[in-house]
């Protein structure tokens, strides 16, 4: 069975970790790919991960030679007295000949206007833009190209948003999910006392323990808490405290109290969100493999195609890559999700 064809095909925006998770992304046929440097300035700042200035020039090459764009993300909040970190990587970006740059914080969206007017800029999620109003302040004073919306809208609010804005949407369609207002995780904060905004890092590993139990189960500790347990018969988790299982006096049993390990997956809404005006899908997952990059990538990449000639996609492969074994369409298939 076929579907009406749509005009403009949306660009596949993917994430890319290292360089050699980038050259997969571009392989697999992401048209952009966004990235981080390997500093405080990107919110995905973990050891192993993100790129040096030398291997952003590399990977940038390897993008254009191949049709590709390069996105970096400077999307961490700038914090006094070390505001010139952030600079500095707008300025490696305008160098390197970066595509965007994606920003949250207000005062580096001011710096990226005033010293590289030339640089296309993209709103991070992080920066929480989530109406008419706000989008249309920072495109009128910073010239902002194209905003990340956050997950929490729905479709037909994005619908709404697109009709009153006068710049580019893009949107999630798979990947992690937050419980967090976008851009002001505060949890980690207050169990290792670094930032997932302003230091780029949710559930540091240097905060991490993992401690074998008597009745062979592990429990998992964040800074001084205990935020999850496995049993022998479990595999262990990543451990973040918004997605840990804990007890009380009333439930002695481990429950998820802020919400369960699961995935964003929009697959399904993907010519309603193409129809509603997103220019760009995003797809999450900077920490994860090649392999899940290879495999999430070339799926949404035949399913943009098959979509934008009228073809009914497959991604029923993408079940197997959801965290917890369980999906989720968010807020975007019910009115509310908050």
Known sequence: ???????????????????????????????????????????????????????????????????????????????????????????????????????????????????????????????????????????????????????????????????????????????NIGMMSEGRCSLTNYATGVSTNMHGVCSPASAVQYVSQSDGGTSAELGPFDIDCYSAEQSTGYPTICKGRYTNADRPEPYYAFEEPITLNLSSLLPDLMNAGVTALKIEGRQRSRSYVQMVVSAFRRAVDDISTGQRPDLSGLAQLSEGGKETQGAFKTKKWR
């Not at 660009?11 to 390997?38: F, N, S």
């Not at 990587?89 to 990226?112: F, K, P, R, T, W």
């Not at 902002?144 to 893009?170: D, F, G, M, N, Y």
């Open 1 to 175: 069975m076929t579907e009406p064809a749509l005009s403009r095909k949306p660009e596949l925006v993917c994430p890319a970790g290292t360089p050699a998770a980038l050259r997969t992304a571009v392989d697999a046929g992401a048209d952009a790919i966004y990235c981080g440097l390997a500093n405080e300035t990107n919110a995905r700042n973990f050891a192993g991960l993100n790129f040096s200035a030398d291997s952003l020039a590399q990977s940038i090459a390897y993008a254009h030679e191949r049709n590709a764009q390069v996105l970096l993300a400077v999307n961490s909040f700038a914090t006094a007295p070390r505001t010139q970190l952030w600079k500095d990587s707008v300025d490696i970006a305008a160098e390197l000949g970066a595509d965007a740059v994606i920003v949250a914080d207000i005062g580096v969206a001011a710096y990226v206007a005033a010293r590289h007017p030339g640089l296309r800029l993209h709103l991070s999620v992080q920066a929480g833009a989530s109406s008419p109003e706000a989008i249309r302040y920072y495109c009128e004073q910073f010239g902002v190209k194209r905003v990340v919306l956050p997950r929490i809208l729905t479709v037909a609010e994005i619908s709404a948003i697109h009709r009153q804005i006068p710049c580019e949407i893009e949107a999630f369609v798979f990947g």
